[in-house]
Each structure stands twice: as C-alpha cells, then as structure tokens.
C-alpha cells in the first residue's frame, strides 16, 4: 500500500475509457472499496497498468491504494507491458497506440510484435498505417463530410388541398430547374427579393 499521492501516471498510455464505465468503476470504488487488481507501477512509482483505477481513487480521496512494484528491462519493455495489460480491457486511443507500436517497430519486428503485444502482424500493420494520418488528411476528411453534408438533400413534406396542389405546379412548371425542389427554392428566392 503506498500513498495515492505518490503515484504518477506515465506519459503514453494509449488507453481511454468512456465516461460510463469510468463513472461505474468510480461506484464500485465507493461501494465495496478497492477489490480490483492493484495498480502495477515502476520503482518510480510510474504507472504501468491502472491509470483509471488510480484516477478514481485519487478522485475519491483515497489516502492509499494497492500498487504492485514491476521493474520493467527498458523503457521500451514498460510500454509493451502497458500495451498488453491494456488490450486485455478498455480501448485505447488508436493514434497514441499507433505512435506506439511505430516507436517499438525501431526495436522490435512486427512478428516480435505480435507475440508480446497479442496482435496479428496484419493488425499491426494496420495499426501503423495510422501513424502515416497527417492533420491535415484529417482536417479534410472533416471539411469535406461538412460540405457534403451541407449537398445532403433534405425532404420536406407538407399537406395542400388538391386546388393548391394545381396553382403549385403551374407555378413549378414556368420555373427553370432540375427538379421540383430546386425550383421551389428559386420561387422562394424571387418572392423574398421583392419584399
């Protein structure tokens, strides 16, 4: 049992949990105190596994909480057991799991990989190919969503009687357009002019 307050989380930790689960993992905390596995941490008292557990418990004031002291090879060995401790729970963020895997892919060959992280070489590569992602590729997959999405058509649907119906028509018929709508906005557009 060490104080909370001396652990500190590590710099990378690819793994993010949504405010429900968090939420509920903070209940379990106050309802039946800490039952869960302990937090594993370097000499340091860096954070391996269980960034969350220790988040909840430093939110819910626990003076102290149970760490299990690992002393990894490298720095390198650190991050792999981070990654493996974390894939068997959560979701990680895949730009920093990417990041990751690219910086241990300077070490390790990918079937290296695969064996001490738990993912396929095709899921590697396909994790890495991530890290190829610019901002500014990101920036246009946004902005090109945001204008088609502005191009999505949208239906509007509205009652007339039959004779209404008629006097539409006729007006549609003696407007240029591709189609019934577009001549609808342009009948729209006149009439707003004039006022």
Known sequence: MVKTTEVVPNKYNPNIMENEKFESLMEDLKENGWIGQP???????????????????????????????????????????????????????????????????????LDELSLKLGFGVADLKDKLALTQVTVEFMEKLKKDAEDREREVPIVMNFAVSKEQEKTINDALAKIKGKSKGEKLYSLCSAYLKQE
Request: proline content about 4%.
């Open 39 to 109: 937090v594993v941490v370097n000499k340091k008292f860096e954070i391996i596994d269980g960034f969350h557990r220790w988040r909840a418990a430093s939110i819910l004031n626990f003076e102290k909480i149970p760490v299990v002291i690992f002393q990894p090879e490298s720095e390198e060995h650190q991050k792999i057991v981070t990654i493996a401790l974390n894939s068997k729970r959560g979701e990680m963020n895949p730009l920093k799991l990417a990041g990751l895997i690219s910086e241990l892919n300077q070490k390790y060959t």
